[in-house]
């Protein structure tokens, strides 16, 4: 008897996901647990296991279709029942696509909801919805091409494309230059010229529209200051042996960073925040988004209350983490809810980052190389010398609109007297 494979509810928020890739094919035999499909949302990507044993008798969603969550995407079964086959593949520019017909049964009915929100969700992916609120447009001005008059993203582009944009009248003051449009026309190929043209991943669009949108809403202001981690190496040095066999994960810069930037959230709340309107809201938690780097994107998983723990807490809880990232098993709800995000640029050697704020938080921490170098020591009698010292610089990127510059590099000076004198609870 045919099992139904249904597309998993992978958060409370989270209304669809795409189809990335098949790990079987139709007729093939797969175990309880083993990895049968892959999907992204946009809060994360992930795999997604066989439910039982048996034989893929019938695909009904295609890679890089969208279907709602409860939709029937598959159909297990034993092996001697004859397969059905696996639909026609996708095209490799279809962003979002109703569920097909078999699996209509099946899928929740997204239309009973009557009100105004309801019916948009119901005839939009979360990301159109997110880019129609960016730009300002209202989904019910723009005409579906989906099925069922559903708006996809290219609706959306072709909308904003033939926008027009309204000038100010001739009476008043001279109007603002335009900005140039999110989107740009690709311009024609010169002749002879060689490219190759690929669609952008589901995650990269995603980062696209959220970074330009992040441009948009927050004041971005900048402060660089040097951290010296003589400090923070020496007791790295001394305490990694213990440190690896009392929590079973090496002992990086990562952690102490977290830690000194969890004390000094808590001690300048409004970094620690978010702007809702013309409120400031002051989050109670300090839940830390450390940047992970991967070989198809980036993604942010967050450290949670981040200021309860130890060294060997946020080691342990960052390890994990990362670790699962780069395998995609996160759940939805560990990439959520970030307070305050740290990125790491400086592991590929880059000097130092003025990175691009994550909504809605109001800051972010990016770290560059840490070298040894040069610097000019002070003794206790006010002697100059010159001294071979490990540093980084470190740049913060905050919100201008709740967060003044005295404020942000008070906050890095609090971070930096953490790292130079602490002894974070080590010997």
């Known amino acids: 008897m045919a099992f139904d494979v249904i597309m998993p509810q992978m958060g409370e928020s989270i209304a669809e996901a795409t189809i990335l890739k098949w790990h079987r094919k139709v007729g093939e035999a797969i175990g309880k647990d083993e990895t049968l499909y892959e999907i992204s949302t946009d809060k994360v990507d992930a795999e997604i296991p066989a439910p039982l044993a048996g034989t893929l008798l019938e695909i009904l969603v295609s890679e890089n279709q969208t279907v709602p969550v409860g939709s029937v995407v598959a159909r297990l079964g034993d092996a001697n029942e004859k397969p059905v086959g696996a639909p026609p593949a996708a095209k490799a520019e279809e962003t979002s696509a109703a569920p097909v017909s078999a699996a209509a049964p099946h899928a929740p009915v997204l239309d009973h909801d009557n009100s105004l929100e309801g019916r948009l969700a119901a005839k939009s992916s979360p990301l159109v919805r997110k880019m129609a609120e960016t730009h300002g ?8 091409s989906g099925q069922h008059g559903r708006v996809t993203k290219s609706d959306l582009e072709a909308h904003l494309a033939q926008t027009p944009i309204k000038s100010l009248p001739q009476a008043e003051v001279p109007p603002a230059p335009t900005l140039p449009p999110a989107s740009p026309a690709v311009p024609a190929p010169v002749p002879g010229e060689r490219v190759r043209m690929e669609p952008m991943s589901r995650m990269r669009k995603i980062i696209s529209d959220n970074m330009v949108a992040s441009r948009r809403t927050s004041a971005h202001v900048y402060t660089v200051w040097e951290f010296d981690l003589t400090h923070v190496a020496r007791l790295r040095r001394r305490n990694q042996k213990a440190f690896q066999e009392a929590y079973g994960v090496k002992l990086s810069f990562m952690p102490f960073v977290m830690a000194a930037t969890a004390k000094a959230l808590r001690a300048f709340p409004v970094v620690n925040a978010a702007v809702e309107g013309d409120h400031i809201a002051y989050k109670l938690d300090i839940n830390l988004g450390v ?3 991967l070989d198809w994107g980036l993604i942010v998983p967050v450290v949670r209350q981040a200021d309860q723990l130890n060294l060997g807490g946020l080691a342990r809880a960052l390890n994990d983490l990362a670790e699962r990232s780069r395998t995609k098993q996160l759940k939805p709800d560990e990439i959520t809810g970030g307070t305050f995000t740290i990125t790491n640029p400086g592991v590929f050697g880059d ?6 704020i994550s909504q809605p938080q109001v800051a972010i921490l990016g770290m560059g190389a840490i070298k040894k170098r040069p610097v000019v020591v002070t ?3 006010g002697n100059d010398s010159i001294a071979i010292r490990e540093t980084m610089f470190s740049g913060l990127s905050f919100d201008h609109r709740i967060i003044d510059g005295a404020v942000a590099d008070q906050f890095m000076a609090l971070i930096k007297k953490e790292l130079e004198t602490s002894d974070f609870g080590l010997a």
């Open 137 to 144: 447009v209202d989904l019910q001005t723009v005409k579906g």
């Open 379 to 381: 003794d206790e009698e």
């Open 291 to 293: 940047a992970v780097s």
């Open 351 to 356: 000097t130092f980052g003025l990175p691009i």
